[in-house]
């Protein structure tokens, strides 16, 4: 078994919440790619998924993401339940809570003028909900769906994934979305949370696709040579942009019929997670490679104003590869194939996070 680098306390713990944290960014982007949704689904929402799709890495990133949103008050019930227990008697924080929660309830019961009484029921109900295990939604965003691990006609996604475990899900409009959670073997492999999306059509047998990389930045500000950025946009480059995956068979970026360009590569910054106590929230904005490499010729850094007027945003970026404006131009399953044989983008030591496929039967 690989080791869980979510739990190897060999990385920098801010280093390891930042990647769960973009980790959980691509799954939420591939619901709502999948779902074609107007509005993202919650971040609650996305984790609930992720228990069932792999719980082994929902398990080891959750206390990762928890541990920096402790308030003062969970860190006060934390110690005061280790202070009260014993070996005989372990005490539980929820005991506690609920304890003090009750009291103050009653007090509080009937006035409302009481502010700060009020604001510390808010405090206890807060600390609870972290103590308490997470429930799945009772409305599931996804159903599983096995049936397509046993067809023998389907030969595309059973070449390509080499039998590697993978999960599938119903979709609303009985299309199937195909999840595959890659671990690279080697911790100097783990540089971020990619994500490739795709559209298969087994009717006519062709594939469209997006590549998404995704960076954390500060401020919204992202060195080019943080890390190794400016490596993986050079590869993105040369795997996708210069070998024609942005043209259409014309060998053009604009075909005859109206679209956006054949854009397949992005760049997509994403935030810190926040101090404790705080929200997930993340910006939703996609950068073309070819524009990001641009940009990194003449400037040091990617900026919030250096990509004004050249990213999309994430209210639009899923209506817009749905309706085949943006993306890579259609494929026949062979050049499908024949792209990742000659990349091997599938082998355990890329970077691939997630690799989500939209099967249209």
């Known amino acids: 078994m690989k080791e869980n680098y979510f739990l190897d306390n060999n990385f920098e713990e801010n280093d390891r919440r930042d990647i769960a944290f973009q980790l959980v960014n691509a799954l939420r982007e591939v619901v709502s790619i999948s ?26 990133i959750v206390p990762l993401m928890q541990r920096k949103n402790e308030s003062d008050w969970v860190k006060y019930f934390k110690e005061k339940a280790d202070a009260l ?71 595309i996604v059973e070449t390509l994934y080499e039998d590697e475990e993978h999960k599938d899900y119903r979709l609303d409009n009985n299309n199937i979305l195909r999840l595959r959670l890659i671990h690279p073997d080697r911790p100097e492999h783990i540089i971020g949370a990619d994500l490739i999306y795709e559209h298969l059509n087994t009717k006519h047998k062709n594939v469209r696709f997006l590549h998404m990389q995704y960076k954390t930045w500060n401020n919204k500000i992202l060195n080019f040579k943080a890390g ?90 899923d209506e817009l590869f749905n309706s085949n404006m943006i993306g890579s131009r259609v494929l026949t399953f062979d050049e499908h194939q024949k792209f990742y044989e000659d990349n091997d983008l599938l082998d355990n030591r890329n970077i691939i996070r997630i690799h989500a496929q939209e099967i249209m039967l």
């Open 228 to 317: 190794n950025l400016e490596d993986q946009i050079n590869k993105l480059d040369n795997i996708l942009c210069k070998t024609g995956y942005c043209n259409d068979y014309g060998g053009k970026r604009i075909g005859r019929f109206y679209r956006l360009p054949y854009c397949c590569a992005f760049l997509r910054p994403t935030s810190k997670m926040q101090n404790s106590d705080s929200k997930m929230v993340s910006t939703g904005m996609h950068i073309p490679i070819c524009e990001a490499k641009k940009i990194m010729e003449t400037e040091k850094s990617l900026t919030k104003e250096n990509i004004k007027g050249k990213n999309i945003s994430y209210k639009i970026f």
């Open 85 to 155: 227990s014993t070996d005989e008697n372990i005490v539980s924080p929820i005991t506690i809570i609920n304890e003090e929660l009750a009291e103050l309830k009653k007090i509080t019961k009937t006035r409302s003028d009481k502010r700060f009484l009020n604001k510390r029921v808010r405090d206890y109900e807060n600390a609870l909900d972290y103590f308490s295990p997470r429930k799945i939604s009772e409305h599931k965003i996804l159903n599983r769906d096995f049936y397509l691990a046993e067809r023998t006609d389907f030969k």
């Open 35 to 60: 779902k074609k949704m107007n509005q993202p689904i919650s971040y609650e929402q996305t984790l609930d998924l992720l228990s069932d799709f792999s719980p082994e890495t929902y398990e080891a």
